[in-house]
């Protein structure tokens, strides 16, 4: 009996591609660090890596996707928390 192919809507193979454009494909690093994880973060970091279509992507290059991504869409509050920890410390400064 033949399998049957699920069919995708238009909205969901585009978000597909854009995933795997953004977070499985391979980035070349130019300097590495060693970072630490929970290990069963490591582990789903390690199945989703295994998706890619190709054995070009690293768990690094996928971790870097997802903080350069988290990083750009939490910018402001980010920088709203410095600013915080600025005037804190300028206060501490004035005493």
Do not use: C
């Not at 995708?8 to 454009?21: F, I, L, M, S």
């Not at 750009?72 to 920890?85: C, F, G, S």
């Amino acid at each position: 009996m033949a399998k049957k192919h699920k069919i995708w809507p238009v909205g969901r193979k585009n978000e597909t591609a854009e995933y795997k454009k953004k977070f499985l494909t391979e980035r070349p690093a130019k300097d590495h660090m060693a970072i630490y994880v929970d290990k069963d973060i490591y582990e789903k970091v390690r199945f989703v890596v295994g998706l890619s279509e190709g054995k070009e992507q690293s768990y690094g290059g996928f971790v870097s996707a997802v903080l350069e991504e988290h990083l750009h869409d939490y910018a402001d509050i980010i920088k709203d928390l410095y600013n915080e920890r600025q005037e804190e410390f300028l206060s501490i400064l004035d005493n």
